[in-house]
């Protein structure tokens, strides 16, 4: 039997879900019995005022990660130092346990598509998003997390698979992953690629995080809408990554259509009953 494999020193928070306003009232009223909640990193920068302070009073309580979406680590793109600094001292301010993004870039020549776009997974991009996660890690003093994307076109020119691309990034700069099962499965239907052999590409060790979520599937191809329930095929990636040796933080993502929270709690103690003897 495979045994649990480091987290880069990392805790399991064990069972989380996103902190969505829609629950601010339920959660400040009744304060339910959840193992961690994950921030959108930008919903909280350079923000005063109310936002801020029922964060703060929802961190005194509950284990709290950051999961950002303006990173835009494979741009080319000079790293937005300002943002850098913002992100680590919202992260001191409510004792984050990491901060996590995405391997993708957001734009170039200074404008943004606010989308999360595909990397060209080829030796110059390496070269280059090693040099950033570098540069990003010297800033915070701590390691990224990088989250494989959901895909749904690919670069003619693209040489390395990705599953290959995230651990050698992960062997060169020491980063972490946050590994999506559903993304895998979203972008496997989508490419045509087999998502176990994705899983068994990664260094488990280096998983400090899982996302589960819902997807939209259009019978041609999936959408990564995040809408639940979570289909069984995407829990059982997350079982077979467990059972090689990931055991990490899992996180379920609800975000359309999101119902009370105690749907959302229910839904993500699904878990585990997949893990469970894995």
Do not use: K
């Amino acid at each position: 039997m495979l045994v649990p494999l480091p987290r880069l020193g990392h805790p399991d928070l064990g069972i989380g879900v996103g902190l969505r306003t829609l629950h601010y009232p339920e959660i400040l009223d009744r304060w339910p019995t959840v193992g961690w909640f994950e921030i959108i990193t930008e919903n909280f920068v350079q923000t005063q005022g109310r936002p801020l302070d029922i964060l703060d009073r929802i961190a005194a309580r509950y284990p709290i990660v950051m999961h950002g979406v303006s990173l835009s680590i494979g741009s080319t793109d000079p790293m937005d130092h300002a943002y850098l600094r913002d992100v680590a001292r919202l992260r001191d301010r409510v004792g984050a346990r990491w901060v996590s993004d995405h391997l993708c870039w957001t734009g170039v020549a200074g404008r943004n598509s606010h989308d999360l776009l595909p990397m060209p997974l080829t030796v110059e991009s390496l070269t280059h998003t090693v040099d950033r996660v570098h540069e990003v890690q010297e800033v915070w003093g701590a390691a990224l997390v990088l989250e494989n994307p959901s895909t749904y076109v690919e670069f003619r020119a693209n040489t390395i698979p990705e599953g290959e691309f995230l651990a050698e990034l992960c062997h060169r700069t020491g980063c972490g992953l946050l590994l999506d099962v559903n993304n895998i499965y979203v972008s496997s239907r989508n490419h045509g690629f087999d998502p176990l052999a994705y899983v068994d590409a990664l260094p488990v060790d280096r998983v400090v995080q899982f996302h589960v979520a819902g997807h939209t599937d259009l019978g041609t191809h999936c959408i990564d809408t995040h809408i639940g329930p979570v289909i069984d095929p995407v829990w059982a990636l997350l079982r077979h990554a467990w059972r090689r040796g990931a055991h990490a933080s899992i996180l379920l993502e609800w975000d359309a259509d999101i119902p009370p929270l105690a749907e959302v709690l229910t839904e993500a103690d699904r878990a585990h009953r997949w893990v469970a003897g894995a």
